[in-house]
Nanobody
């Protein structure tokens, strides 16, 4: 069974850091492009970052460039999102995604709350 499981969310003060994890089972992560998305209350889901298969090319939304870093650990079959200098507007549920053979796979999401 193909599955993605996110973890690492929580409550953090503005300027703080969190590292989110996206662990895959049932397939090999580095064969596919993996994306991180987020959805804030009352807003549409938006793309945050992605890392491509094989070459590992990364892309970031303008709103997180210079603050977030996506990476992949093939041995652990896990993709990470290191989030630094967090802002209240980063508050959202964060999801990881993989498109495999034309089908969208999503994790259950992990809540990130940035507040003092």
């Amino acid at each position: 069974q193909l599955q993605l499981v996110e973890s690492g969310g929580g409550l953090v003060q503005p300027g703080g850091s969190l590292r989110l994890s996206c662990a895959a089972s049932g397939f090999t992560l580095d064969y596919y492009t993996i994306g991180w998305f987020r959805q804030a209350p009352g807003k549409e889901r938006e793309g945050v970052s992605c890392i491509s298969s094989s070459s590992g090319t990364t892309n970031y939304a303008d709103s997180v460039k210079g603050r977030f870093t996506i990476s992949r650990d093939n041995a652990k079959n896990t993709v990470y999102l290191q989030m630094n200098s967090l802002k209240p507007e980063d508050t959202a549920v964060y999801y990881c995604n993989a498109v495999i053979r034309g089908y969208d796979y999503w994790g259950q999401g992990t809540q990130v709350t940035v507040s003092s």
